[in-house]
């Protein structure tokens, strides 16, 4: 398993709170008869190390709170997408208010679910392995992602 956790943005004027983003994300994956969704997010990661992906954790230290998922699929932008895309498929498997945003990367997600902090404990950085995803996703820094084994 090669997983990646990104950090949910939380904005203290809660027009987009982390709180907010997790809740329509799992409803429209809860909703949805194949069990997808998109999470689309400007965080840019390593091609190569995307296509490894098999588990997602989004997160947010600020607000608390914590989910998994199984990612079916990644897409990065192109070199022709400088301020990113949509996917096809984004209004099948889109919350309504993301269906047409342009992102640079769109992440198909299988099963979100809301977690609590030790179900991440036996998850270690690739880059830090005596760090574990628990303690990392419960750090406030300015790391917006990073690798998991």
């Known amino acids: 398993m090669f997983g990646l956790a990104l950090k949910l943005k939380h904005s203290y004027n809660r027009r987009h709170d982390a709180e ?9 994956c809860e909703n949805s008869p194949s069990g997808l969704v998109y999470y689309s997010t400007d965080i840019t990661v390593n091609r190569k190390k995307l296509g490894l992906v098999d588990r997602v954790v989004l997160y947010s230290s600020v607000a608390g709170i914590f989910a ?17 895309f949509v996917p096809d498929d984004s209004a099948q498997y889109s919350p309504e208010r993301y269906v047409d945003e342009e992102r640079k990367m769109w992440l198909l997600l299988r099963n979100l679910r809301r977690v609590e ?12 392995p005596d760090v574990s995803v628990q303690e990392k996703c419960q750090t406030r820094d300015r790391t917006n992602h990073f690798y998991f084994d």
Do not use: W
């Not at 907010?20 to 429209?28: G, T, V």
């Not at 998994?68 to 990113?84: F, H, I, M, V």
């Not at 902090?117 to 830090?128: I, N, R, V, W, Y």
């Open 20 to 28: 907010d983003i997790l809740q329509e994300h799992i409803e429209r």
């Open 68 to 84: 998994t998922a199984e990612l079916e699929r990644g897409e990065l932008y192109g070199d022709s997408q400088p301020n990113g």
């Open 117 to 128: 902090p030790d179900a991440l404990e036996g998850f270690h950085m690739t880059s830090k």
